[in-house]
T-cell receptor, first 110, second 113 residues
Framework: SQQGEEDPQALSIQEGENATMNCSYK?????LQWYRQNSGRGLVHLIL???NEREKHSGRLRVTLDTSKKSSSLLITASRAADTASYFC??????????WGAGTKLIIKP | EAQVTQNPRYLITVTGKKLTVTCSQN?????MSWYRQDPGLGLRQIYY???????DKGDVPEGYKVSRKEKRNFPLILESPSPNQTSLYFC????????????FGPGTRLTVT
């Protein structure tokens, strides 16, 4: 079952611009996580936000969570070429599983 | 270095030939899981394990087996691989479950002909 859905599916921006990706989910959650995946490689954890948190920062990353709308956004500020990757959100459910979206493919043009 | 290792990284095999993909973590994590990743489908969980000798099915367990005899190892077994199991496979671990950061292995690209 696919709970998280990222939007947009693909995003192409100029280096230095900000990138925003969104994630929507269907059922109540305990937390929501964002991961990055460089082409064909293992996923790397970026940030975890719990259901009682509304915003979290980590370096150039800002994540918001709106549980009333069942959605989250990931903002990457001052993008760099190295940010080119696919970004996934993952939500937990009551059965000790993480449910993943299909991802947003981000391309940073030099 | 804290890491999750998988072997092999690439494998091409034929239908019906049993294979095992190994996964090992050196972080003393209790929770381990296997995913497959297919284009446009994101990650789908195959099996997970909350601790030694405790395993449970994920979303797509058909055609796969796992075992957790030791805390550090969580092999994925395909008894009779079929072409629809051609995919990119990831092993992951975390301290106690899905409410924690997941550490992923580098992936195993499997092709079944």
């Amino acid at each position: 079952s696919q709970q998280g859905e990222e939007d947009p599916q693909a995003l192409s921006i100029q280096e230095g611009e900000n990138a925003t990706m969104n994630c929507s989910y269907k059922t109540s959650i305990n937390n929501l996580q964002w991961y990055r995946q460089n082409s064909g490689r293992g996923l790397v954890h970026l940030i975890l936000i719990r259901s009682n948190e509304r915003e979290k920062h980590s370096g150039r990353l800002r994540v918001t969570l709106d549980t009333s709308k069942k959605s989250s956004s990931l903002l990457i500020t001052a993008s760099r070429a190295a940010d080119t990757a696919s970004y996934f959100c993952a939500t937990d459910n009551s059965n000790y599983q993480l449910i993943w979206g299909a991802g947003t493919k981000l391309i940073i043009k030099p | 270095e804290a890491q999750v290792t998988q072997n092999p990284r690439y494998l091409i095999t034929v239908t019906g030939k049993k294979l095992t993909v190994t996964c090992s973590q050196n972080m003393n994590h209790e929770y381990m899981s296997w995913y497959r990743q297919d284009p446009g489908l994101g990650l789908r969980q195959i099996y997970y394990s909350m601790n030694v000798e405790v395993t449970d099915k994920g979303d797509v367990p058909e055609g796969y087996k796992v075992s957790r005899k030791e805390k550090r190892n969580f092999p994925l077994i395909l008894e009779s691989p079929s072409p629809n199991q051609t995919s990119l496979y990831f092993c992951a671990s975390s301290p106690r479950g899905n409410s924690y950061e997941q550490y992923f292995g580098p992936g195993t690209r499997l092709t079944v002909t």
